[in-house]
């Protein structure tokens, strides 16, 4: 397996813009991970699926942020309208079951000028 | 919530020394509770974890320990070497929920 695959690796955009992070977790994996890491604020937890499903989404910000996983294979994260704050990297990592070890993937810069 | 603690935020030793790096958490009902290493600008990857039911894993030169009383738990890695320079974070399940929290990491440093 290739691991968790994340696109685009890199982003910049303009503030107001919609933007959206990609990703395809390792098959077979039930659990899904959304999580945002900055200097200031360390590794969060934004959002988690079980078997597609949105679990627990106490994470995210603000409404700006949604996420979805339509089938096993597949989640975005959108962020609109984006804003320079929102500037980060956001990993993806995906499990076989809870509390078990997360795979991460390589992650997206998200740069919002 | 759960709330977990890391120290010290940066560390140096010197190859071959050993080094520590410990974290609290708030959480009785945290029950798993893993440490992952961050190289520079790569993933965060597993290095080692355990559960409440254990008080200490060894794995080669990296162990882990735990006190539930204290609610804390920490990770050791002997016989340094420069490859081990990177970013250390420990984490805690929160309750009896899925989820982890991370600490605010600990950026290790091994000098030749």
């Known amino acids: 397996d290739a691991g968790v695959i994340q696109s685009p690796r890199h982003e910049v955009t303009e503030m107001g813009q919609e933007v959206t992070l990609r990703c395809k977790p390792i098959s077979g994996h039930d659990y899904l991970f959304w999580y945002r890491q900055t200097m200031m604020r360390g590794l969060e937890l934004l959002i988690y699926?079980?078997?597609?499903?949105?679990?627990?989404d106490s994470g995210m910000p603000e409404d700006r942020f949604s996420a979805k996983m339509p089938n096993a294979s597949f989640s975005t994260l959108k962020i609109q309208p984006s804003e320079p704050r929102d500037s980060a990297v956001y990993f993806c990592?995906?499990?076989?079951?809870?509390?078990?070890?997360?795979?991460f993937g390589p992650g997206t810069r998200l740069t919002v000028t | 919530g759960e709330n977990v603690e890391q120290h010290p935020s940066t560390l140096s030793v010197q190859e071959g020394d050993s080094a520590v790096i410990k974290c609290t958490y708030s959480?009785?009902?945290?029950?798993?509770f893993p440490w992952y290493k961050q190289e520079l600008g790569k993933r965060p990857q597993l290095i080692i974890d355990?559960?409440?039911?254990?008080g200490e894993k060894k794995d080669q030169r990296i162990a882990v320990t735990l006190n539930k009383t204290a609610k804390h738990f920490s990770l050791h890695i002997t016989e340094t070497q420069p490859e081990d320079s990177a970013v250390y974070f420990c984490a805690a399940s929160q309750g009896n929920t899925d989820k982890l929290i991370f600490g605010t990491g600990t950026r290790l440093q091994v000098f030749p």
């Open positions: 355990i559960r409440s039911n254990v």
């Open positions: 699926f079980n078997n597609n499903v949105p679990i627990d």
């Open positions: 959480d009785s009902a945290s029950n798993y």
């Open positions: 990592a995906s499990s076989l079951a809870p509390l078990v070890e997360q795979y």
